[in-house]
C-alpha cells in the first residue's frame, strides 16, 4: 500500500506530537525525587515589600541528563496589614504528568491577593484553555484561590516580582535562602517574550500563539491535534490493545 507524502507527514506529525506528550507523562528514562524551599523578597505594586516562601517538589520520568520535572510546588505569605495567612499549592496532574504553572508575579491590592501564573508547557497550556495573552490568573477570595480573567485584575499590576523560570536552579546558583527584590528583578531580565518581561493585556497575534504552542485536545489520556483521524485511530488501537 502506497502512502502519499501529505499523509506520510501527517502520521509523523501526530507521532511527533504523542511522544510529546508521552515524554511529559512517562519519560523513558530515570526517576528522579528532590525537593527545596526558599524565601523571596516581593516587591508590591505601591512599593512595599512582603516575604514569600516558595517550595517545589521534582520527581518522575526524565530523559538522562535532565532534571526531573516539578511534580509538586507552593507559595505561601501573609497579608501586609492583617497577617493572615495564606498559601497556594499545585500539584502534580496526571493528564499532562507534571505541575501546571509557573509562578510569575503575585500581588496584593485592597487586601486581596492576586497570583498570576504562565501554563508550564504546552501540555499545560492546552489544558488551561490556550489563554491569550497566557496567563492563568487567581484571585484569593472566600478563603480560596479562584480562577478569574484579565480583565478582572487590577491595572496597577504591571511587573513579574517571582522568580519565573526553574526557581529552584535559580536559587541554588544564587547561593542564597532570602533573595531579595533587586535580585529577582536581575535573574528575571534577560527573556526575549514581551510575556514575561511585563504583564500584556492585549492579546498576541494567532501567529505567536501557535508558534509558542500547537493546538491538542486530550482523547483518551493522550494528546493529539483536533479533528485528526490518524491520531484518533492510532490511540483507539492502542486502548484496544490495553482492553485484551
Known amino acids: 500500500m502506497k502512502i502519499n507524502n501529505s499523509k506520510l507527514q501527517r502520521i509523523v506529525q501526530w507521532a511527533a506530537l504523542l511522544m510529546m506528550g508521552v515524554s511529559l507523562s512517562a519519560h523513558a528514562g ?10 523571596e523578597e516581593v516587591l508590591l505594586h505601591d512599593g512595599s515589600k512582603i516575604v514569600v516562601e516558595r517550595s517545589v517538589a521534582r520527581g518522575g520520568r526524565h530523559e538522562i541528563g535532565q532534571m526531573p520535572p516539578y511534580k509538586e510546588q507552593s507559595l505561601s505569605f501573609s497579608l501586609p496589614t492583617t497577617g493572615k495567612a495564606i498559601k497556594w499549592h499545585d500539584h502534580h496532574s496526571e493528564d499532562i ?11 496584593v491590592v485592597q487586601d486581596v491577593p492576586y497570583l498570576l501564573v504562565s501554563p508550564m508547557g504546552c501540555l499545560s497550556y492546552n489544558k488551561w484553555g490556550r489563554p ?3 496567563y492563568v490568573i487567581f484571585k484569593y477570595e472566600g478563603e480560596q484561590w479562584t480562577r478569574i480573567p484579565l480583565q478582572e485584575l487590577p491595572s496597577e499590576i504591571s511587573l513579574p516580582n517571582l522568580i519565573i523560570s526553574d526557581p529552584d536552579t535559580k536559587v541554588k546558583k544564587l547561593g542564597k535562602t532570602l533573595v531579595t527584590a533587586d535580585e529577582i528583578k536581575r535573574v528575571n531580565t534577560g527573556f ?26 486530550l482523547y483518551k489520556g493522550h494528546w493529539i491535534l483536533p479533528n485528526d483521524p490518524i491520531g484518533r485511530s492510532v490511540v483507539d488501537g492502542m ?6
Open 192 to 217: 526575549r517574550q514581551p510575556e514575561f518581561r511585563s504583564i500584556l493585556r492585549e492579546p498576541l497575534t494567532k501567529e505567536r500563539i501557535n508558534q509558542m504552542c500547537d493546538e491538542l485536545i
Open 30 to 39: 530515570l526517576l528522579g525525587f528532590g525537593g527545596t524551599s526558599w524565601k
Open 97 to 107: 504528568g507534571t505541575a501546571n504553572f509557573l509562578p510569575m508575579l503575585l500581588d
Open 132 to 134: 491569550n495573552p497566557p
Open 239 to 244: 486502548t484496544d490493545r490495553k482492553s485484551k
